[in-house]
T-cell receptor, first 115, second 114 residues
Framework: AQTVTQSQPEMSVQEAETVTLSCTYDTSESDYYLFWYKQPPSRQMILVIRQEAYKQQNATENRFSVNFQKAAKSFSLKISDSQLGDAAMYFCAYRNQLAYDKVIFGPGTSLSVIP | NAGVTQTPKFQVLKTGQSMTLQCAQDMNHEYMSWYRQDPGMGLRLIHYSVGAGITDQGEVPNGYNVSRSTTEDFPLRLLSAAPSQTSVYFC?????????????FGSGTRLTVV
């Protein structure tokens, strides 16, 4: 069965600095999707960035980028120029290409931003 | 375009009571799903649906029932509430665009069973 691990339950970063959140996953499939979701105190789940496994180029969305290492089964999220609004819970998630709608989430990393 | 709408936002139930969490989407998405979120465990899939009339079980389906009579609505029923079902529940619908799959979540329902 596929699993998603986030080894950092909590992290902190100074405002305007860069932080990297780690995510590893376990799968025997070759094609799948990976996601990072942000959950601020409002509880809303917000899609930050996503990547399909067969695309080798790392995805970027403004200040957010990923380092996707398929062989190592690693999908880390880098947040540049951190802002106070980035403080939230961040979830890494995995979806098998053929798994219909079964998304597997990691346990989350709580990110604090220090002014 | 309201996205995914969940009601209610908060609910307190007594053990043994039943209730229905409502979920509606106006984006014409075929796929919909229900998750529960517990501290330290991320989100876990309860049930999902790939279209009207088609549902299937996820990782933690016991104690929950779903049906999908229309594309828009995907209610989650708690048959006989137990304290172990105290959680935050999220409904989601999924789509495919030029990037690939994506998921839109509702704002969640915080359920407490006493």
């Amino acid at each position: 069965a596929q699993t998603v691990t986030q080894s950092q339950p909590e992290m902190s970063v100074q405002e305007a600095e860069t932080v990297t959140l780690s995510c590893t996953y376990d799968t025997s499939e070759s094609d799948y999707y990976l996601f990072w979701y942000k959950q601020p105190p409002s509880r809303q789940m917000i899609l930050v960035i996503r990547q399909e496994a067969y695309k080798q180029q790392n995805a970027t969305e403004n200040r957010f980028s990923v380092n996707f290492q398929k062989a190592a089964k690693s999908f880390s999220l880098k947040i540049s120029d951190s802002q106070l609004g980035d403080a939230a819970m961040y979830f890494c998630a995995y979806r098998n290409q053929l798994a219909y709608d079964k998304v597997i989430f990691g346990p989350g990393t709580s990110l604090s931003v220090i002014p | 375009n309201a996205g995914v709408t969940q009601t209610p936002k908060f609910q307190v139930l007594k053990t043994g009571q039943s209730m229905t969490l409502q979920c509606a989407q106006d984006m014409n998405h075929e796929y919909m799903s229900w998750y529960r979120q517990d501290p330290g465990m991320g989100l876990r899939l309860i049930h999902y649906s790939v279209g009207a009339g088609i549902t299937d079980q996820g990782e933690v389906p016991n104690g929950y029932n779903v049906s999908r009579s229309t594309t828009e609505d995907f209610p989650l029923r708690l048959l006989s509430a137990a304290p172990s079902q105290t959680s935050v529940y999220f409904c989601a619908s999924s789509y495919v665009d030029r990037v690939g799959y994506g998921y839109t979540f509702g704002s969640g329902t915080r359920l407490t069973v006493v």
